[in-house]
């Protein structure tokens, strides 16, 4: 794949860790809420009434959502009732990979602490003849990003600082 070009995003693949899973588990329609937000604070300064600092305070991470169709049986879906219906929440892990045409990793996006938010069934209408998609929105606490160039960078800049390079 020519690397110069922006790359598709339909060919990817979502892996739980510590859950069991079915193949099909890391399988998904459509992936979205890997979004990341600084919250500032206003700060004004004494004497200055023109403007007022603004200063970084934390950062707010997204809601996860996954959709699929529905399958019978899923490690995952397991995961997620047992949350849901029992009250018991255990955080996972799980990596999120933008495929290429070889099925290699093209970037990847590793979120932490996710546990379930929400379940849905899409509506279920005798007058359509569409397949029946389930809706799993997950909180975390938040997500690194990888890429083969980002990697690449860190360690280039982890080298420099060793030997008083700067970039």
Same mark, same amino acid.
């Given at each position: 794949?020519? $690397?110069?070009?922006?790359? /598709?995003?339909?060919?990817?693949?979502? =892996?739980?860790? $510590?859950?069991?899973?079915? /193949?099909?588990?890391?399988?998904?329609?459509? =992936?979205?809420?890997?979004?990341?937000?600084?919250?500032?604070?206003?700060?004004?300064?004494?004497?200055?009434?023109?403007?007022?600092?603004?200063?970084?305070?934390?950062?707010?991470?997204?809601?996860?959502?996954?959709?699929?169709?529905?399958?019978?049986?899923?490690?995952? #879906?397991?995961?997620?009732?047992?949350?849901?219906?029992?009250?018991e929440y255990k955080p996972v892990n799980l990596?999120?990979? $933008? #495929?290429?045409?070889?099925?290699?990793?093209?970037?990847?996006?590793?979120?932490?602490?996710?546990?379930?938010?929400? !379940?849905?069934?899409?509506?279920i209408n005798a007058g359509s003849n569409e397949i029946l998609i389930e809706? !799993?929105? !997950?909180?975390?606490?938040?997500?690194?990003?990888?890429?083969?160039?980002? =990697?690449? #960078?860190?360690?280039?800049?982890? $080298?420099?600082?060793? =030997?008083?390079?700067?970039?």
């Amino acid at each position: 794949m020519d $690397l110069s070009y922006p790359h /598709p995003g339909f060919h990817f693949l979502v =892996v739980f860790e $510590l859950l069991p899973q079915f /193949p099909y588990d890391t399988r998904w329609q459509e =992936v979205s809420g890997l979004s990341v937000s600084t919250e500032f604070e206003s700060w004004p300064e004494g004497g200055e009434n023109r403007y007022a600092h603004q200063l970084p305070k934390s950062l707010q991470f997204g809601e996860l959502m996954l959709k699929r169709g529905k399958f019978m049986g899923s490690g995952v #879906l397991h995961w997620a009732r047992k949350a849901m219906e029992q009250f018991e929440y255990k955080p996972v892990n799980l990596m999120i990979s $933008l #495929l290429d045409e070889e099925h290699l990793p093209l970037y990847n996006w590793y979120v932490t602490g996710a546990v379930p938010k929400r !379940l849905e069934i899409a509506g279920i209408n005798a007058g359509s003849n569409e397949i029946l998609i389930e809706s !799993l929105a !997950l909180q975390y606490q938040y997500f690194k990003y990888y890429d083969p160039a980002s =990697v690449a #960078l860190d360690a280039a800049a982890a $080298l420099s600082g060793s =030997v008083g390079v700067s970039f």
